[in-house]
Nanobody
Framework: QVQLVESGGGLVQAGASLRLSCAASGRIFSSYTMGWFRQAPGKEREFVGGITWRGGSTSYADSVKGRFTISRDNAKNTAYLQMNSLKPEDTAIYYC?????????????????WGQGTQVTVSS
């Protein structure tokens, strides 16, 4: 089992930055590839980006590429989502998810564990 807890969400103005954290406990965090997803009201959960279990490779959705950066600190059992130049369309609940080893994939069903989510609201 892996327990994931997101934090760092909030209400910001367009153009601002936020850093989300995903703290993991349970099994060896370094064995898990981490993904970030978001879900806006009335929309399906969508892939934001991810980082492989060794941290050597990241992948991003086109909508956030160049603005968002994912990193991880295996010593702290924590993954991060740095969000810059936020836009109102980035408003959503943001979730982190974990899948054992493997590549970063975009389908939510491929992830084994999920956090409870943290709300990000970007005002115009």
């Amino acid at each position: 089992q892996v327990q994931l807890v997101e934090s760092g969400g909030g209400l910001v103005q367009a153009g601002a930055s936020l850093r989300l954290s995903c703290a993991a406990s349970g099994r060896i965090f370094s064995s898990y590839t981490m993904g970030w997803f978001r879900q806006a009201p009335g929309k399906e959960r969508e892939f934001v980006g991810g980082i492989t279990w060794r941290g050597g490779s990241t992948s991003y959705a086109d909508s956030v590429k160049g603005r968002f950066t994912i990193s991880r600190d295996n010593a702290k059992n924590t993954a991060y989502l740095q969000m810059n130049s936020l836009k109102p369309e980035d408003t959503a609940i943001y979730y982190c998810a974990a899948r054992r080893l493997g590549m970063v994939v975009t389908a939510p069903v491929e992830y084994d564990y999920w956090g409870q989510g943290t709300q990000v609201t970007v005002s115009s």
